[in-house]
């Protein structure tokens, strides 16, 4: 911004998942995929133990049905998901 320009009438606001917290849960060898769920029914961040592109093939995106989705699929494929929000809690700080 410029000075003296009048401020802008928005503000955009992010909030995603850190990919540091994904590393650690990971790390815990609990879990083989972790998701950051978000607000809308999706997800802000995946890690998995080994790439899987098909989990980003037909998904049902900018639906409320996304998260359960990915829960479906990686289930069905014998991995072992987790949301970080079920680990941050337990953690070691």
């Known amino acids: 911004m410029h000075a003296g320009a009048a401020a ?4 955009v606001v992010t909030v995603a998942t850190s990919p540091a917290v994904a590393a650690r849960v990971l790390a815990t060898d609990e879990v083989d995929v ?6 809308d029914g999706g997800y802000d961040l995946i890690g998995r133990r080994a790439p899987r592109p098909e989990l980003f093939t037909d998904v049902p995106w900018s639906t409320p049905a996304v998260l359960d989705w990915l829960r479906a699929e990686v289930t069905a494929a014998g991995d072992r998901p987790a949301r ?7 953690l070691p700080r």
């Open 34 to 39: 972790v998701v950051g769920p978000s607000a």
């Open 84 to 90: 970080t929000t079920e680990f941050l809690r337990r």
């Open 8 to 11: 802008p009438a928005w503000t």
